[in-house]
């Protein structure tokens, strides 16, 4: 079992930057992929950047590819989402989740079994 908590979301105006955490419990944190995933009101659930359980191997949606970065630190059982240049309609909850993805599986929200509660990134114009 693994537990997500994600925190740092927030109200940024458009062009700003907000870092988002997911802190994980347990001791196998470093044997699983982790992906974010954001939702918006009126829409599906979409998948925004994943890295493999090492951190050598990464994805990014198209629509935030340049501006997101996902890192983590196995040693603190954390993922990070570093965005910059935020735009309105990057407005969502945004939720971490953990799972055994391989390389060509990290874009898919079935390959993740944990998630966290979601915290909310709100982008004003």
């Known amino acids: 079992q693994v537990q997500l908590v994600n925190s740092g979301g927030g109200l940024v105006q458009a062009g700003g930057s907000l870092r988002l955490s997911c802190a994980a419990s347990?001791?196998?944190?470093?044997?699983?992929?982790m992906g974010w995933f954001r939702q918006a009101p009126g829409w599906e659930r979409e998948f925004v950047a994943a890295?493999?359980?090492?951190?050598?191997?990464?994805a990014y949606a198209d629509s935030v590819k340049g501006r997101f970065t996902i890192s983590r630190d196995n040693a603190k059982n954390t993922v990070y989402l570093q965005m910059n240049s935020l735009k309105p309609e990057d407005t969502a909850v945004y939720y971490c989740?953990?799972?055994?993805?391989?390389?060509?599986?990290?874009?898919?929200?079935?390959?993740?079994?944990?998630w966290g509660q979601g915290t909310q990134v709100t982008v004003s114009s």
């Open positions: 890295v493999n359980w090492g951190g050598g191997s990464t």
């Open positions: 347990g001791r196998t944190f470093s044997s699983y992929a």
């Open positions: 989740a953990a799972g055994t993805a391989g390389d060509y599986g990290l874009g898919y929200e079935r390959e993740y079994d944990y």
